[in-house]
């Protein structure tokens, strides 16, 4: 079917009109048809708009959005301020009119943006709780939902709990920080405390937040109050509570006092006071009751129940003490009880009280003394201060049971023998006025007496009484010190050339007992023939007859040198003064030829005295022998002598023994001893037949002689 050209053409022109009509402007147009805007901001410009020529545009009253906009030139503007909250979105229609009455609608959405522009908010902003002392750790105090914040802004909220008052923190706590809900977390005293207020806080931020001004935030006040428990025993008064903790009070035991078969009606005294126990639990202040329950041998004594006062039920026979057990009991919890001991000592009555002789004592005390120095007696700054209390209870009035203390002062104190101390640094002068007691802790009876103590300022130094310094002694020390080992060194020089000079006291000794026995008549005239050729006979005899006629000897230099003093000389026996010269003239060669020998490393010889023939060639040698010891057929060469010394056994006696000891201390001494001059006694009583004594001599000139004897 053919198209009709017209139509065609037609066809063509509407459509060459439609291509043509987006290219033109329109009449009314906005820079952003979706804008979004603040919260709680205006005014605030929202979109830029263009109105071409003749048109004009108007907000579409017909949409109730329209009336938080206005249009200002070529600005659209929000004039009512808008809450998120409540219109998060706004809806616009503006209707733009050409020159010729047509009209186009162009519609606007505007968002809302939300802002943190409100706070967390409790349901309760003031919360109370009462809750007993005894609540188990872990109970909820406050539910979570009773302090559970909200927030319009729909953030996050985040919760901390603090306390106000001191010395409470660590008791309460929240579950987290983001759960409010309110649970013991330590067991509670009543004691410490008994009420406390919790500060519970509510922030849409963390407290790290690093923006801490854009933080919105509430608080909650929860107060609690706590309510004391029955928790704790009765205590016994008085008592001492441990490391100042209250929940636990230590008593000590009760003690006192009855006179052996003495019936008292009264109340008994005890220390430290009546028996009398109290509910710790002061807010509840459960009666207490008192009863015996243990020690009360035979009844002899009853506790009453409501005051706890102990008496009598019998008289006490017996000199034994009592150790009572008193129990108190609560009256509405039984299980609440306290056990406390009570010690009843059995004693003699006593007559008389004890009583001071003197009704005021005086002391005096310098000022500046150290703690614990003495108060001395009031004119004479030498003698302590003593107080003391009698008794005529006691013969001699002296009371060993009676105890001193001061009562009204703090700066002294009494010793139990009555002394008076100062119990601190005195540091003013004054007078002190002091109440002393003495009391009989057995009897109990007391005795008081006044002392008046004059605290006065301390002498001023005189020079004399300088205090020398740490350094003054030291060099005080050293000078005495180089003293004493300068008399050191000089007592050993001492010592060291007496020992040189009296090296060999034993062998006086032995010249003392041989001249005893040549004194008394014992003499070999061939040993003196062969120990002194020199010596004739009429000399020797000469020298004997003015030995017993005791005429005194002319020649002494020998003697003289080895004695310091004519006492000691004359000390000797008078006997013996001869033979001791020669003795020592011989001592003297034999200690030269010991020292030669000693030289020339040789050792002498010791020849037995058992030896009966004499050889005249071995010159200084002779062999002697008791007279019951003599061999019969010894002949000539053996001469007897006879018994005349037995006179003289008494008076040797006692050499005999000094001579034996020393003997056999010098048995171990040095082998010079050996050498030169050796004895040895046997007594009579002794086992073996003879006594045998051996002496070495050695001289110096012609030769060298040994004899034995």
Same mark, same amino acid.
């Given at each position: ?582 003795? %020592? +003239? &011989? !001592?003297? *060669? #034999? @200690? %030269? +030829? &010991? !020292?030669? *020998? #000693? @030289?020339?490393?040789? !050792?002498? *010889? ?104």
């Amino acid at each position: 079917m053919a198209v009709p050209q017209w139509l065609l053409m037609s066809a063509l022109f509407l459509l060459s009109r439609l291509a043509q009509i987006p290219a033109q402007e329109p009449g009314c147009s906005v820079n952003n048809s979706n804008p979004s805007v603040p919260e709680n901001k205006c005014p605030l410009v929202v979109a830029a708009i263009h109105v071409q020529p003749g048109f004009t545009l108007t907000i579409d009253p017909s949409y109730p959005d329209g009336q938080f906009f206005t249009i200002e030139g070529s600005e659209l503007q929000l004039t009512k301020c808008v809450d998120y909250e409540e219109d998060p979105l706004l809806l616009l229609s503006l209707t733009c009119q050409d020159p010729t009455g047509q009209s186009d609608s162009l519609q606007m959405l505007v968002t809302i943006l939300n802002e943190n522009d409100n706070s967390p908010m409790f349901p309760q902003p003031n919360v109370t709780r009462q809750i007993p002392e005894d609540t188990e750790v872990d109970t909820v105090i406050v539910a979570r939902e009773e302090v559970t914040a909200a927030d319009a802004d729909l953030d996050t909220i985040y919760y901390e709990l603090t306390t106000t008052a001191q010395n409470t923190d660590g008791y309460f706590a929240i579950r987290g920080v983001n759960n409010p809900e309110i649970y013991l977390q330590t067991a509670l005293d009543y004691d410490k405390f008994n009420s406390t207020t919790l500060l519970l806080y509510a922030r849409d931020r963390p407290v790290t937040s690093p923006e801490p001004n854009g933080t919105n935030m509430a608080t909650a006040t929860i107060t609690i109050t706590i309510k004391q428990s029955d928790t704790r025993a009765p205590w016994f008064l008085p008592c001492t509570q441990l490391h100042n903790d209250s929940s636990v009070c230590i008593s000590s035991p009760y003690s006192g006092r009855v006179n052996i078969s003495e019936m008292s009606t009264d109340p008994l005294l005890l220390e430290p006071g009546p028996i009398y126990a109290v509910d710790p639990d002061y807010t509840i202040s459960d009666r207490i009751v008192y009863r015996i329950v243990g020690g009360n041998t035979n009844e002899v004594f009853l506790v009453d129940a409501d005051t706890g006062n102990l008496t009598m039920n019998k008289i006490v026979t017996s000199p034994d003490s009592f150790l009572l057990q008193v129990m108190a009991t609560q009256v509405s919890n039984v299980r609440k009880y306290s056990v406390a001991t009570v010690e009843i000592k059995v004693v003699t009555k006593s007559n008389f009280p004890p009583y001071f002789e003197k009704g005021v004592y005086n002391g005096t005390v310098f000022v500046g003394l150290p703690q614990r120095s003495f108060v001395y007696q009031d004119g004479d700054p030498s003698t302590p201060l003593v107080i003391t209390a009698m008794d005529q209870d006691f013969p001699d009035k002296v009371n060993p049971n009676i105890e001193y203390y001061l009562k009204n002062s703090t700066d002294f104190i009494a010793t139990r023998d009555g002394l008076i101390l100062t119990n601190k640094v005195l540091e003013s002068p004054g007078t002190v006025t002091i109440q002393a007691v003495g009391k009989d802790v057995l009897s109990l009876q007391e005795a008081s007496t006044i002392i008046v103590v004059e605290v006065i300022l301390a002498p001023a130094v005189t020079p004399s009484d300088k205090m020398y310094s740490a350094q003054d002694m030291a060099v005080l020390g050293g000078t005495l010190a180089a003293l004493l080992l300068i008399a050191l060194v000089f007592l050993g020089v001492l010592i060291w050339k007496s020992s040189r000079w009296h090296r060999k006291p034993f062998k006086y000794l032995v010249k003392e007992k041989l001249s005893k026995e040549i004194s008394g008549g014992h003499q070999n005239n061939y040993y003196q023939e062969d120990e002194q050729p020199y010596v004739s006979t009429k000399q020797r005899e000469s020298e004997s007859s003015s030995v017993q006629t005791e005429s005194p000897v002319p020649e002494l230099p020998a003697l003289a040198s080895h004695f310091s003093s004519a006492e000691e000389t004359e000390s000797l026996p008078k006997g013996s003064i001869a033979s001791t010269v020669i003795l %020592e +003239e &011989e !001592e003297e *060669e #034999e @200690e %030269e +030829e &010991e !020292e030669k *020998e #000693e @030289e020339a490393g040789q !050792e002498k *010889e010791v020849k037995s005295i058992l030896k009966t023939d004499r050889h005249v060639a071995d010159d200084g040698y002779k062999a002697v022998w008791f007279k019951t010891d003599v061999d019969p057929e010894a002949g000539e060469r053996v001469e007897v002598i006879e018994d005349n010394a037995a006179d003289d056994d008494n008076d040797d006696d006692d050499s005999d023994q000094g001579l034996q000891k020393n003997e056999e201390e010098e048995s171990s001494g040095t082998d010079g001893y050996h050498q030169g001059l050796g004895v040895s006694f046997s007594s009579e009583n002794s086992s073996l037949p003879a006594v045998e004594v051996t002496v070495s001599m050695s001289h110096t000139g012609a030769g060298t002689d040994d004899t034995e004897m």
